[in-house]
Every structure is written in C-alpha cells, then in structure tokens.
C-alpha cells in the first residue's frame, strides 16, 4: 500500500491525504473497476431471480387420487373434490334465480351431503337445513349508494357438531358460493370452493374424534348479485349467533395459489393458527389493506360477516389468471387437480386447529391489536404484531444508514466523514430523482401510447412491460445517477471507488428508510415491504463491516450482490403478484382510466423496488454507455413491438389455452312509457352495449357497423326521461362506465317484473303513501325519482333509505331486487313529502328493470347475428331486458 508522505507545514500546496488510492496508472483505471458486460450481467441476474420466483408463485403441490387413501385415509383427496367440480361446473352459468342455480345446484349438493352423512364415522354427527331467506340491506361500493333487496335466495347450511354442542355451542364457519355471474361457468369463482368444503366436510366426517367445536360449512346461493345469501344467512339463521369465527372461500381469478389476503379486523390469533397450521404459506398483509382501500373493484362475503356480524375471519381468494375471472374460461378445463389439493390441505389444517383450539370458546379475550403477516416465496411465514412491527421497522432503517456510515468511517480512520456524508447525500438525491423522473418518462410513454390507439399492448403478452416500462424506467435511473454524479459528486474525493459506491449504496438506504418510516407512522402495516429490502442491505453492510472489506477489491461487492439477489427474490415476488392482479383488472375498468398510466406507474416502482441497490453499481463499470446502450436498445425494440407489431395486439382467445379476452355486456332491451294515468306513452328497443376497458369503443363500433352507436348520455330518452331510462341491473358499474345504444327491433320477453298503484293515500297535508304491488320474480331493478320539489321520507323495503345516486342531472333511490325461488307479488309503500300542502299531482317516477340472463333461446335473429359479430378474442354476456317507467 502506498503511504503518502506528511508535508511540512511550509508548503504552499500541501497533498490531500488519500487513504488507500485505488487509481492503477498504467491502466488509467480504478482497480474497483469491473468489466463492462456486468451491466448487462446485472440485467440477466435481475431476470433469472424473476423467473425463479414466478416459479415459485405458481408451484403447486402433485394432487392426490383416490389411490392415495390406502396410505393417506385421512387427508384431504383432490380426485373427490374434483369431481364434485366437475358436477358443478357441467350445469353451466348459475345465476341468481336461474334453473341451474336454484334447482340443480341445490339439489347436487343436499344429495353429496346426504351420501357424506351415510358414510361418516358414528361419532360424528351432521345436521343439515336448507334456508330460503328474504331480506335487504343499504350497501355502499365505489361511492354509490344503493338498496340490495333479496327475495327467496337458498342457502345449504352443514352442521358438523363439536364436543361442546351442549355447552357454549360456539362454532367456526366455512363459506362459499355456488352461483356465478352469467356467461361463466364459475369453476373457479366459486365452485371450486364449494368442492374444496364438500372434501373437507367429507374427511372430518369419517375421522373418530369429535372436533372440541361445531364446524358449520355455508353453501350460499347468492354471491353475485351482490352478497346477499351470506347476509340473509348472518342475520336470520339460527345458527348464525353461534358463530365465533369464519374462513371465507373466494376467487378472483381462476387457478393458482389461495392468498390470504383479509383477516380480522384484530384477532391476531386467527394469524397465529394460519401460522401453526398451513402447510403452503402464501399471505400478505399488504394485500389485505390494498383491497380495502377499494381501488380493487370487487367484494366478497367477508365484508357482511365483519360488518354486519361483527366476526372476525380469514379471507382467501384465488388471484391468478383474472383473464378468466367472470368469462366463459373459467371452467374446470383451467383447474388442475394440485389447486385443490393445495388449498384443500391448508384450509383442512386450519379448519381442524380453529376448531380445536381455545380461542373460539372466547375470541374476545385476544382481540387485542392487528398483525403484520406474510410469507417469503412460501417457504416460510412471518408474523408479529403492529407494535413489534412499528419497533422492526424503526430498528432496521436506524441501523441501515447507521451501520455503513460507522463502517465506512472506520475504514478511513475517521478522518472523511464529510466526504462519506456527501457521498450518501448524492445517492439519495439520485434515487429521488430518478424515481421521480423514470415516474414521469412511463407516464408520457403510457400517454403516447394511448394517443397513437395502442392502450394495453402489454395486456395478453406482459413480457412486453419490461421492454415498454421497466427498461426506460431502469434507463432513465441510470442516467440521473450518472447526471448527479457528474453535478453533486466530489472530482477529488479522497475515497476510493469502492467506498464510494458504498456510500451512495448507504443513500439509498436513506431514501427507502423515509418512506419505511412515513408510511409507519401513518399507521399502515405495509412498510414491512420496504423494510425487508432494506434488511438485506444491512446484513450486507454488517457483514462486510464484521469481515473488515469494505475496501477490498471485489469481495465486499461479492457480499453485496449475494444479499441482493435475496432483495431481488423478495421484490421480485411482488413485481409478479401486483402484476398478475392488476393487468387483468384493467380489462374491466371502464374507458375513462387510461390502463397504460397504471402499469405504466406499477412498473415504475417495481423497477426502483428491484433494481435500487443495483443502479449505483454502475459506478463500478469501466464504461458505462454499453450498459445505457444496451438498455436503449431494449426499450426502443419494446416500444416497436408495443405500437407497429401485432405482438402489441392486446387479447387473445384460448388457441393456446391462456386466454386473454375482451369483456362485453350486450342488452337487448324494450322499453315502455306510461303516463300519470296510466296510459302507454310509447315504446322503443334497441340494444345497449357496455364499455369495459379503453379498447372497447373500437370494438363496438365494430359489432354495430353498418349502424352507428349512440353514447349513453346522449340518447333521446335522456331529454325527459328518469335515468335515461338505461336499463341498469348494477347502478355501481354501469353509471361509472360508458355506455352505447343501437336502436333496434324489439326482444322476446314473454314476463317481466311489473308495478301497480294499488291506493294513493294522503297521511298529512304535505305527505302522501303510494301502496305498490310489484310483480314477477327475476333479477331486476328499481330506480325511485322524486318529482320536483317532492323527497322520499320512508319506505317498506328496509328501514333506511339509501343516498340518492345522481346522473344526467337527476336523482333517485336505487333498488337492486333480487329473486330466487318464485315468489309472491311484493307490496311496497313509499311516504313522499311534497312542500306544497295538499298537492294533488305525480309525485314520483318510477323505472323498473328486468333482467334476464342464460336467455339464449329467446334470443331473436337480430340479436343473434349482432353476437355473431363478436371477435373470438372477445367475451360477450348477451341478456334480454324490459324497462317499464311509471308516474304515480
């Protein structure tokens, strides 16, 4: 080693003392310096930790068969439950009040029930009922308010009675639901859940011990339209108040692994039982306060036990493959035996350990604070508490920037700790800014893109985001870094290139510490995210600190890169998880969001996430224009793909069994006016067709070519009549989306729900009742329009009155009417307030919706050949509606 001399105190120009010059004249180069091909080695090892964690998000275990009893008489089987999926999945869609739904769903299950309790063992018993439920609640989604009235829905409840029966007679529920929206199949959501209970129901029947508490296993009926079954169960079934906690069986996708994705709300003993229990961990608590932020659109069952029960529970839902979520793919064809046999073993583990354990004899007792919950690649699973969390959390980004601030002043002997402080600072301004501006570049991609009319080129081949967004994004990182090197970073710094870079490294711990510690103390569970990233770096910096390299040539950079492909498992994890649970949601939300952006802002971060440790590598690089070049290159092969290709075409049909469709509603719809008398204004039909993602109006036009579409709010109805009177069966989605009418022949609707005025009575000088009889029973609608000056004050359909929803510049009470076994004609009163006393005119407009779904065979020729047009990368819910609007 070099030892600069000590100048006397008479020279002008005395040297700066550099501790251990690293500079090899005869090259020109630092010693520090590594070949320029690790840029893109870096790259590669990037890719290949991505690819082993995909494999490992979707890695499932070999299913049993029924071959397998003789060694394992006591496991869950996957053969059985899948042929009871099958069963399911045969009968086709099974709406809400559908024959498929009501009559052959129902029926299948009491009979594979029936055969369970013939060949249970003798100690056990089971109790079966079958509930047919009425009821309603005020549900409030996407901001919307609105009226959910449920008439006659079935539930199938199991009771698999415990040791304490004739005590406490405290229990945990299972649920699921066996119908499904129109046009799907719902193998996935949520048949496959229905088997998995029947497989459970079915061991736990045949052992020989008695669980310590009764197992209740709800098969619900009405899911879809929206949870309503589960309602009419919690809050009119006997059973219900014995309830102590719930595991709720969902699916948002189609295939793949069960995420626990909800828990609670407190109860961290639920968590520690998922810990005790599962064998195939795959749980973030993270997902759990992303899905009630609401900006994933979709709902489950969970919310009426926690909301309306007040019980807490376990949420599980598959996630992968939300193509087929709610389309005609998701059928049994895409569910392998190892996905039952996966959340069959660790829902049977789970179920077996509640129901043994003693928390349920007094769940109150450790409701005490929430969780931080998660699992690494599903080899192991994490959990403590927040508080321990808040103490983790602080720890680590203390001791992060701490630690490699001490190790590196260390190594100089203390005497460059402001050039050390400088160093770090540049590393933190750099990662700033280069998040901000690599944000900023995939928004303006993202936006150009859209203009050009190539939104969503990445949606069926997502490879195409780590060309399109990833790699500018990592680009342009790369490139404040080197800008803030060359504005903030010293030209004679006395540190070496190596302690250099580790101080920029020792920024970027700064950087993802802030945010560790603002999104702590704002009170969210989810900067565990960050702090696990964080770690690996300070075990690194430890490390390298204990073993004394923090100026050797290359070895610390080995310990480095070894942490960080941890890091890189850990981020890399969530790049595939966020991924697979957004792209497919961005086919069904609607036009006026621009899909691009979001990916466009997921990739960003996923970049910085990933590779932030990485950047400042560079520095290490004897060039650095090959690794910018090469990252270039990519971006612009991307990006030509994306927008010139039909690599870049966004949907694709089940050719190679991975489809990625476009979403359609197609409506063939009647309507009638009537007048205060009660005379037949006129009528009109047409189709309505629904708007799902930012391609759609294309494809539209398209389907109606010759002819020309109409915008919704842009029809002539809309001029003077109630809502336009657009045949609505969800206010949530469809007042939010675009939608079109096509004016055409009329439909075959031989019944539809109807309204009479049985009886206008006038209660005071300003109020009046209107006694209605509404008849038919199937899936409608009711819109309730104050006239001018009128308000509604109460009603018979439940006790509160929703908000008034608003669109085309009106207001009115939306009442989604649900029907599934026949029912009676239902009478409703409504009180309107008129601020004029004694007033004798119309008070209210009225605009019934029916809607029939699996209508095929009346489905007219007209209709017929406008579905025909569909492209076959595309799914299309064809329905049959009558709209009757009244003035009473």
């Known amino acids: 080693m070099f030892q600069p001399s000590v100048q006397s105190s008479r020279s002008k120009h005395p040297k700066v003392k550099v501790l251990d010059p690293d500079i090899d004249y005869s090259k020109v180069k630092s010693v520090h310096s590594i070949s320029s091909w690790w840029g893109i080695g870096g790259i590669f090892i990037v890719l290949f930790v991505g690819n082993i964690t995909n494999y490992t ?149 045949r052992q020989s011990e008695v669980n310590r508490y009764s197992i209740i296993f709800l098969f619900n009926g009405a899911e879809e339209t929206p949870l309503q079954a589960s309602h009419g169960f919690i809050t009119k079934h006997p059973w219900a108040a014995d309830v102590r906690a719930f595991i709720n069986l969902e699916s948002a996708g189609s295939g793949g692994k069960e995420m626990l994705f909800q828990s609670g709300p407190k109860h961290p003993w639920l968590i520690e039982a998922y810990a005790k229990a599962v064998p195939y961990p795959y749980a973030q ?206 030209k004679s710094t006395p540190l070496s290139l190596a302690l ?168 063939h719809t009647v309507r009638k006016f009537y007048d205060y008398n009660g005379g037949e204004r006129y009528t009109d039909s047409g189709f309505l067709l629904q708007e799902l993602d930012r391609n759609a109006k294309k494809t539209i036009e398209g389907i109606a070519m010759p002819d020309v579409v109409t915008p919704m709010r842009e029809i002539p109805s809309c001029e003077k009549e109630l809502f336009c009177a657009i045949p609505f069966y969800s206010i949530w989605h469809q007042v939010l989306f675009e939608n079109y009418w096509l004016p055409g022949p009329a439909p075959v609707v031989r019944q539809a729900v109807t309204v009479s005025l049985r009886e206008k009575e006038q209660l005071t000088e300003h109020e009046h009742r209107l006694h209605l009889v509404l008849k038919g029973s199937f899936q409608s609608s009711l819109i309730i329009g104050p006239k001018a000056g009128c308000s509604l004050k109460r009603w018979s359909l439940l006790s509160e009155i929703p908000t008034p929803i608003e669109f085309n510049g009106q207001r009115g009470h939306f009442v989604l009417l649900t029907a599934g076994v026949e029912s009676e004609p239902m009478n409703i009163t409504l009180d309107v307030r008129h601020e004029l006393k004694n007033y004798d005119g119309p008070l209210v407009d009225l605009l019934v919706t029916t809607t029939h779904w699996e209508y095929h065979k009346e489905h007219t020729p007209v209709f017929n050949r406008l579905l025909a047009r569909v492209p076959s990368w595309a799914h299309v819910v064809p329905s049959v509606a009558a709209v009757n609007s009244y003035t009473y």
């Open 500 to 667: 250099k870079v580790q101080a920029r490294l020792n920024g970027v711990n700064l950087f993802w510490g802030m945010i560790t510690l603002g999104i702590t103390f704002t009170g969210y569970r989810l900067a565990y995210i960050f702090m696990v990233l964080i770690l690996c770096s300070l075990c690194s910096s430890t490390l390298i600190s204990m073993l004394g390299l923090q100026n050797t040539v290359h070895k610390w950079l080995l310990i480095h890169t070894l942490f960080q492909i941890v890091a890189l498992a850990w981020s890399t994890q969530f790049y595939h998880i966020l991924m697979n649970m957004f792209v497919p949601i961005t086919g069904r939300i609607g036009s006026s969001i621009n899909p691009d952006v979001i990916v466009g802002t997921l990739a960003t971060f996923a970049t910085l996430f990933s590779c932030s440790y990485l950047t400042p590598l560079l520095f290490l690089l004897k060039k650095t224009d090959k690794l910018i070049g090469e990252l270039v290159a990519i971006t612009l092969i991307a990006l030509v793909l994306a927008s010139s290709t039909h690599v870049g075409f966004p949907y694709r049909d089940d050719a190679v069994k991975a489809p990625a469709v476009q979403r359609h509603y197609i409506t």
């Open 57 to 205: 998000n979707s890695h499932l275990p070999d299913g049993l068969r029924n071959a397998h009893l003789t060694h394992f008489p006591n496991a869950f089987i996957a053969e059985r439950a899948w042929k009871d999926l099958k069963i399911l999945n045969d009968f086709g869609p099974k709406p809400t009040g559908t024959y498929t739904n009501e009559v052959l769903a129902v029926d299948f299950l009491n009979r594979e029930i029936s055969y369970i309790d013939q060949l249970k063992n003798r100690n056990q018993q089971l109790i079966v009922q079958n509930q047919i439920v009425s009821g309603g609640y005020v549900g409030v989604y996407m901001n919307k308010s609105a009226a959910n009235v449920y008439r006659n829905v079935q539930n199938v409840v199991v009771k698999l009675v415990g040791r304490s029966e004739t005590s406490t007679r405290h229990a945990l529920l299972l649920n699921c639901h066996f119908d499904s929206v129109a046009g799907s199949p719902g193998a996935s959501d949520d048949s496959g859940s229905c088997a998995v209970m029947l497989e459970i129901l079915r061991v736990l029947s």
């Open 285 to 490: 608590a993270a997902a759990e306060e992303i899905f009630q932020s609401g900006v994933i659109p979709s709902d489950t069952d969970f919310r009426v036990f926690r909301d309306v029960g007040r019980i807490p529970g376990m949420d599980f839902a598959h996630t992968a493959n939300g193509y087929r979520y709610h389309t005609r793919y998701d059928s049994i064809d895409y569910i392998p035996l190892s996905v039952l046999q996966r959340t069959g073993d660790n829902i049977l583990a789970l179920t077996k350990t509640i129901a043994n354990g003693d928390e349920l004899g007094s769940t109150e007792r450790y409701a005490q604070g929430y969780m931080v919950f998660y699992d690494f690649l599903g080899l192991f699973f994490v959990s403590y508490s927040a508080d321990v969390g808040l103490m983790i959390n602080l720890s680590v980004v203390l001791l992060s920037i701490i630690i490699p601030f001490l190790s590196l002043a260390r190594s100089t002997s203390g005497t460059h700790g402001k050039q050390i402080r400088s160093e770090t600072m540049t590393g933190f301004l750099a990662t700033f800014l280069g998040a901000g501006a690599s944000g900023v570049l995939c928004f303006f991609i993202g936006l150009q893109l859209d203009t050009v009319g190539r939104s969503m080129s990445w949606y069926s081949s997502t490879n195409l985001i780590l060309g399109v967004y990833c790699c500018p994004a990592l680009l342009c990182q790369c490139i404040v870094h080197l800008l803030c090197d060359r504005l903030f970073g010293s």
